[in-house]
């Protein structure tokens, strides 16, 4: 789209060499993510802070000075998440959205599931990201995030693109559901099995006692003879 368009020019016109050190930890995290595609990053002007951008050839934009204010911890964090927009290929399904929104410009409730969409698309990536990491490493990421929000100078944000930051009260509440994130372990989806199947015999048991009472009910009422 157009979007898209202006800020491959914005791009072009602001792109700078590459740091060598993100350059290294991003070739890491994509290796240990299963990216087998080349990851291009280019550092810009065009964006305030990290953000994936492009459908067929997607980049990763990186801010001037960015990094430099994030330490190889932070900044792992930060471009895990960005990765994660990659690997859910979740640029595609925000053109598809852009697309509904041309054609239903005029209803209100497309403008908000578009909005509500990206909300939650950031929540699921959170999600991604903590997946693949241990439960100890919630905090760290939590903390990551509120950092390099503090590092982000300006709030250009491109529409032709997904970064790592929507606004100021997004961010609180991905912030909380990061803290209060619990990952999924063997025992608590055994656990969760073994209540479900606790709850389907007792409504089976409640069932069964209800139709041999109403039996019994028309068995007594039954006329003799």
């Known amino acids: 789209g157009i979007g898209g368009i202006l800020l491959h020019r914005a791009v072009n016109r602001g792109g700078r060499e590459n740091d060598p ?3 290294t930890l991003l070739a890491r995290i994509a290796l240990q993510m299963g ?16 953000a994936i951008a492009g459908i067929w050839r997607q980049r990763l934009l990186m801010p001037v000075g960015f ?10 964090f930060v471009l895990r998440h960005e990765l994660g927009h990659w690997r859910r290929r979740d640029l595609l399904a925000q053109a598809l959205l852009h697309v509904a929104l041309a054609v239903h410009w005029f209803n209100p409730l497309a ?9 939650d698309c950031e929540l699921a990536c959170d999600e991604f990201v903590l997946r693949s ?6 905090d ?3 903390t990551a995030l509120l950092k390099a929000f503090g590092a982000v100078s300006g709030s250009h944000r491109p529409a032709a693109a997904l970064g790592v930051f929507e606004n100021k009260r997004q961010l609180k509440r991905r912030i909380e559901m990061i803290m209060s994130y619990k990952p999924t372990t063997i025992r608590r989806t055994l656990a969760g099995a073994a209540a479900m199947t606790a709850l389907l015999a007792v409504s ?22």
């Open 21 to 23: 050190r993100v350059d």
């Open 140 to 142: 760290a990421y939590g």
């Open 67 to 76: 990094a430099a204010r994030l330490s190889d911890v932070e900044l792992t």
């Open 111 to 119: 403008w908000l599931a578009a909005r509500m969409a990206r909300r």
């Open 133 to 138: 990491t241990s439960a100890d490493d919630a």
């Open 204 to 225: 089976f048991i409640h069932e069964s006692a209800a139709e041999d009472a109403a039996s019994a009910t028309i068995t007594e009422k039954a006329p003799p003879g």
């Open 35 to 50: 990216i087998r595609s080349r990851v291009r990053i280019i550092t810009s002007t065009a964006v305030s802070a990290p």
